[in-house]
């Protein structure tokens, strides 16, 4: 067979696309491989084709209790009517020259991003554009220090160079703000830096966990490994030139507000324990909630004799081979670290607390196709539609099945739809488990879904808990041992090695850090191990001291952090040139908002299976509250960051040099 001839792509058409195009196999795999609800507005978008996103082909994207329907719930004879379609599409675009049609109008783009989303209120486009990315990086500042206020300089200390402290860096520089970034690793990417276990991976689909404008487009997975994480975040700071701005092997200590100068003053103490000090006009912690390893409060526990390590800590010079070794805790990072290395160990005995609710994921591990991913490194738009398809599947996620009906009466579920969800779930479990009575009494919840992190699951943990060398045990730890662990039943489990998959302090906001305000106030006496901010940001007390992913802005069930960062990193810039505009030095919540949206957060959570549930669960705090999560629709925040009430906010004057020396 001849090989085929490439035709030369015009100006604008990627040359993969002109050579998928020419080879008529590949190109009829890559559309059978494709997510039709993504490649026909994605076509549409590139030929103007507006008859490819006929009502009849849209995808009815049902909410299913316990999984996503594949390709949009779209019938089969509606999908081979798609792939026809978009097959004849592409040849079209093919034979008549690959000219791209001209980049569609505000009403055309709406059509098509309702396409995959239905008949949604306008209220939310803004939402939509922002996530599909056009108009190109429409989530830019859009303004500059020196347009907002000429001679007016504004420097500002970002803490931790993370997914959130990206974020902040990239759009603050886009501003003209002056930028430091304080960094105690030696690389960025925070928590997918550090968390190095065997095993580790995302539980969110790959397209939507990345920035609105550092789209990737060839995701080797859905639900991609740590190191592809990693590699994605290095990336994005080599494009936008962010490590310049980094001080790598900076751990910050201490930040205390100055009265007088309206100014911050940052300690950090750099690898050779040197302390540095910085001065700015504000600061922003990007640090995250799952940042600090939470080791349990057990008898004994640094007696043991063995290598010991929390898997966020992972020992990789520790060689688990023919080793007896014990995982504590069975939350997401035992979930992924013992399928992982369950084929290497002599012995693996899992301390399980709490048993995980575990949504079935067959493609979890699974990687893309290779025809999907040549499809998306070559056509332009589709992995942007790929993105917002995955993006809307998400944005309220499985929130209506955790949400509380107060009439409902059930000793677990919460509603009947949390409670067809549980059916579900335990449904599945009895699947992977009911060959196994003495393991499935173990493994089923007796709390509602939702009141905890689900799994995602593939069938690996129920193949990994069945092998005869791995014991699941329920009995609660009374004692480390120097060879083992001991459990209430009076048996000491003899083991080589001890991992901690026992998570974050992820209510411990800014700690180990002293944050003094104004008035010297100290932030963490303030809050009293219940932290709070308003919006997730602003903290009374505090002025220009801002948190991205701060205090109740954890998504668990809908939506992307990575989204929420971005969005709140917009708020945050937005106060900022509010500030420049009125000549003011600090800008400041005021308490009677702070504490009106607080007591609005609560009563949220108080409708959420995690806000009644009384299982444990990191999502609350030490004194019981929910401090972590957000409980209300993902437009809700979008509406709240992206449109604030400036009354909430007190702008306090820029002072004379004569003002600070007299005072």
């Excluded at 100068?261 to 001065?279: H, I, K, P, Q």
């Excluded at 500030?579 to 959420?608: C, I, K, Q, T, W």
Aim: include cysteine; charged fraction near 25%; proline fraction near 8%.
């Amino acid at each position: 067979m001849a090989t085929p001839t490439v035709p030369t792509a015009p100006s604008g058409v990627p040359d993969e696309l002109a050579a998928l195009l020419a080879d008529d196999d590949a190109l009829a795999a890559a559309v059978d491989a494709a997510e039709m609800p993504a490649l026909l507005p994605a076509l549409a978008h590139l030929t103007g084709e507006l008859d490819l996103v006929d009502d009849a082909l849209r995808p009815p994207l049902r909410l299913l209790p316990d999984r996503v329907e594949p390709q949009g719930g779209m019938a089969p004879e509606v999908v081979a009517a798609a792939r026809e379609r978009a097959l004849a599409a592409l040849r079209r675009f093919r034979d008549s020259g690959m000219v791209a049609a001209p980049e569609p109008a505000t009403a055309t783009l709406r059509r098509l991003m309702r396409f995959v989303a239905g008949d949604v209120g306008d209220e939310y486009l803004p939402l939509m554009a922002h996530e599909l990315g056009l108009p190109d990086d429409v989530g830019a500042p859009g303004w500059t220090v020196d347009e907002v206020a000429p001679g007016r300089t504004l420097d500002v200390v970002v803490v931790g160079a993370g997914m959130s402290g990206l974020v902040t860096a990239h759009r603050l520089t886009q501003a003209g703000v002056g930028v430091t970034v304080l960094e105690r690793n030696d690389d960025v990417g925070g928590v997918w830096l550090e968390n190095g276990y065997p095993g580790a991976r995302l539980d969110t689909a790959n397209f939507a966990y990345s920035y609105s404008f550092a789209q990737r487009p060839d995701w080797p997975h859905q639900f991609s490994a740590r190191d592809d994480i990693h590699d994605y975040f290095r990336s994005v700071a080599d494009a936008f030139d962010l490590r310049r701005l980094v001080r790598f092997g900076h751990e910050v200590v201490a930040a205390e507000y100055d009265d007088a100068t309206a100014r911050w003053t940052v300690t950090a103490r750099d690898r050779d324990g040197t302390e540095v000090v910085l001065d700015a006009d504000a600061v922003i912690s990007a640090t995250g909630q799952l940042n600090r390893p939470k080791l349990p409060d057990v008898p004994g526990r640094d007696s043991f004799a063995g290598p010991a390590f929390h898997t966020a800590r992972w020992r990789h010079d520790v060689d688990l081979t023919g080793r007896r070794v014990a995982v504590i805790g069975t939350g997401a990072s035992a979930y992924q670290v013992v399928p992982s290395i369950v084929d290497r160990v002599a012995s693996l005995t899992v301390f399980q607390r709490t048993p995980p609710w575990m949504a079935p994921t067959p493609t979890y591990h699974a990687p893309i196709p290779e025809p999907a991913r040549a499809l998306a490194r070559a056509l332009p738009h589709y992995p942007r539609w790929l993105r917002f398809l995955q993006f809307w599947t998400s944005v309220d996620g499985r929130r209506p099945f955790m949400e509380v009906d107060p009439d409902w009466d059930h000793p677990v579920s919460v509603s009947a739809r949390n409670e067809a969800l549980r059916r579900a779930l335990v449904a599945n479990l009895e699947a992977r488990f009911g060959d196994r009575p003495d393991l499935l009494a173990k493994v089923v919840p007796d709390y509602p879904p939702g009141a905890k992190r689900m799994m995602r699951d593939n069938g690996v943990w129920a193949a990994a808990l069945h092998r005869e060398h791995v014991a699941l045990v329920t009995d609660a730890i009374t004692e480390v041992t120097p060879t083992g662990v001991r459990t209430a039943d009076g048996a000491e489990h003899q083991v080589d090695v001890v991992v901690y998959a026992t998570g974050f302090h992820a209510e411990e906001f800014l700690a180990p850090i002293t944050v003094r305000g104004r008035e010297g106030r100290d932030l963490h006496a303030q809050w009293g191990g219940d932290a709070r901010a308003h919006l997730g940001v602003h903290v009374p007390g505090f002025p220009n001291l801002f948190c991205v992913y701060g205090p109740n802005t954890g998504l668990v069930i809908n939506g992307s952090i990575l989204l929420f960062s971005e969005i709140a990193v917009h708020h945050v810039l937005g106060l900022l040139r509010e500030l420049l505009e009125r000549d003011a030095a600090a800008v400041e919540v005021r308490p009677e908002a702070h504490d009106a949206y607080n007591a609005r957060v609560d009563a949220g959570s108080a409708r959420m299976a995690w806000g009644v549930a009384t299982v444990n669960s990191w999502y609350r705090n030490a004194a019981g509250r929910v401090s972590q999560v957000w409980p209300f629709p993902l437009l809700d925040y979008w509406r709240m960051v992206r449109e604030p009430d400036l009354a909430e906010y007190a702008f306090h004057p820029r002072r004379s040099a004569e003002q600070n020396a007299r005072a």
